[in-house]
């Protein structure tokens, strides 16, 4: 059985999944689980969740500062605006992932926030009104689940609002990034005491 937690090259020790790659051991440091309320930061989340599907995340961290360039730092009202011209831009980019259906479902969702807005509700209350309270911090790696009843139930949410890209596995792996669940194993210096 593999080993929940692996000491770092730094003698820190870490959930297993990061060790062994410098941005990624930055990324678990610095971010994932660390509650995030920012809408921007939080819309930006989902887009790059949505990218993710099907691939490594790892590989949308190399890509992540290419997406913020190519997205105008993911903020909602300007990637609503985006046209035809911009996808087509978008598909030519080499430093994101060039896949048309992604592309459009951030802007759809882009478009979808700005409604929301229209309305005075907020994407950060609306996935924060979805957090679990968890009584301890998971033993082990394989503890983790893909999908919780909150990531359904937030799917679902967003789906009726439009929304697209946005299951509850992408969910729920945004809910952890987004500290709105802590998933740091037991032995991290990142579990919750």
Known sequence: MAASVVLGSDGRKR???????ELYELYHDREWGRPQKDERAIF??????????????????????????????????IVAKFTSRDIQRLMKNEGIVQ????????????????????KDESLSKLVWSHAAIRKSSPRTLSQLK???PESIALSKELKKRGFSFVG????????????????????????PS
């Not at 792996?173 to 669940?181: D, E, K, P, R, Y």
Request: proline share 2%; with cysteine.
């Open 15 to 21: 959930c297993a999944w990061c060790v062994g790659n």
């Open 44 to 77: 930006e989340k989902l887009c790059l969740e949505g990218f993710q599907a099907g691939l490594s995340w790892l590989t949308i961290l190399k890509k992540r500062e290419a997406f913020r360039q190519a997205f105008r730092g993911f903020e909602p009202e």
């Open 99 to 118: 896949n048309r259906a992604k592309i459009e479902s951030a802007i759809n969702n882009a478009k979808m926030l700005k409604v929301m807005h229209e």
């Open 146 to 148: 893909a999908v919780t």
């Open 168 to 191: 509850p596995t992408t969910l729920y792996a945004a809910m952890q990034s987004l500290g709105v669940v802590n998933d740091h194993v037991v032995g991290c210096h990142r579990a």
